[in-house]
């Protein structure tokens, strides 16, 4: 099982390298979903837990299935995150 600290920056990294790669900036990101640019930020630092809903609106936003943002014991498949164009729209 992944520590929860662990498990927020990770899911914070893979956050910003998502919204990063949708050439999003986190003030784009508020106005698209609402979510405060501060809490963007601190999801994205992994120093805030992030509500589901909230996780699910930001998946919706930039466009891939949540699963591709969790980190889950390590298995969530690197080679998306180490080659960015592998991320598919949501289906």
Same mark, same amino acid.
């Given at each position: 099982m992944v520590e929860t600290k662990e498990f927020r920056k990770e899911l914070g990294r893979r956050l910003a390298a998502v919204r990063a790669y949708r &050439? =999003?900036?986190i003030p784009d %990101? @508020?106005?698209l979903t609402g979510i405060s640019t501060s809490a963007i930020s601190r999801y #994205? /630092?992994?120093e805030r837990p992030i509500p589901a #809903? /909230? *996780?699910? %609106? *930001?998946? &919706? @936003?930039? $466009? %891939?299935p949540m699963a591709e943002l969790l980190? =889950? $014991?390590g298995d969530l498949p690197t080679r998306v995150w180490s080659n960015p164009e592998l991320l598919v729209p949501a289906a």
């Open positions: &050439e =999003l900036s %990101v @508020t106005a #994205e /630092r992994g #809903e /909230r *996780l699910f %609106v *930001l998946a &919706e @936003t930039y $466009d %891939v980190p =889950l $014991d």
